[in-house]
T-cell receptor, first 113, second 112 residues
Framework: EAQVTQNPRYLITVTGKKLTVTCSQN?????MSWYRQDPGLGLRQIYY???????DKGDVPEGYKVSRKEKRNFPLILESPSPNQTSLYFC????????????FGPGTRLTVL | GENVEQHPSTLSVQEGDSAVIKCTYS??????FPWYKQELGKRPQLIID?????GEKKDQRIAVTLNKTAKHFSLHITETQPEDSAVYFC???????????FGTGTSLTVIP
């Protein structure tokens, strides 16, 4: 089944404790993105990747890192989480950027205390 | 960067009526405009999209129109049903930066 998976789905952590949210797609998509969703703000793009080893900042990259060592995986890393990173995070992928359907993962609800 | 504005933020319609959601964008380099539906607790899902070289696209009860000159695009849902109740997001893809910019969402309620 074609899908985008994320783990964990829910995470409660404390300020400063490094964490990684994994994202994987099995559709051989080139373009992958991370978004955060906050009430009243819609979805905001954090980072995106055009292909393996090609990543770039989105609209709100501060406090986040990503890597794309393999085409299928695009982990989101929070080196030192802070309470303002409490949010709902979505990973998404599409075959190509800008014109192909973006498939979203199920979301990760992160709470930073 | 791009700025996408979406209105209204909430919309209630009677079942069977039409619903219209409007978005504007600021950068003429945006060339792809998808619309997503997000049900409560679920992920966003694409319902329709339009490219900048097309003025209108229709898929059964859903249609999208694009006015490049005015930099606005709209989602039209006809013959609304209770299962259309959800949050709808518009987005614009800025090809010069390969980035997506989303509107702030419209919560649509269809009253049976």
């Amino acid at each position: 089944e074609a899908q985008v998976t994320q783990n964990p789905r829910y995470l409660i952590t404390v300020t400063g404790k490094k964490l990684t949210v994994t994202c994987s797609q099995n559709m051989n998509h080139e373009y992958m993105s991370w978004y955060r969703q906050d009430p009243g703000l819609g979805l905001r793009q954090i980072y995106y990747s055009m292909n393996v080893e090609v990543t770039d900042k989105g609209d709100v990259p501060e406090g986040y890192k990503v890597s794309r060592k393999e085409k299928r995986n695009f982990p989101l890393i929070l080196e030192s989480p802070s309470p303002n990173q409490t949010s709902l995070y979505f990973c998404a992928s599409s075959l190509k950027p800008g014109g192909d359907e973006q498939f979203f993962g199920p979301g990760t609800r992160l709470t930073v205390l | 960067g791009e700025n996408v504005e979406q209105h209204p933020s909430t919309l209630s319609v009677q079942e069977g009526d039409s619903a219209v959601i409007k978005c504007t964008y600021s950068d003429s380099a945006s060339n792809y405009f998808p619309w997503y539906k997000q049900e409560l607790g679920k992920r966003p899902q694409l319902i329709i999209d339009i490219r900048s070289n097309v003025g209108e696209k229709k898929d059964q009860r859903i249609a999208v129109t694009l006015n490049k000159t005015a930099k606005h695009f709209s989602l039209h849902i006809t013959e609304t049903q209770p299962e259309d109740s959800a949050v709808y997001f518009c987005a614009a893809f800025l090809y010069t930066g390969n980035q997506f910019y989303f509107g702030t969402g419209t919560s649509l309620t269809v009253i049976p």
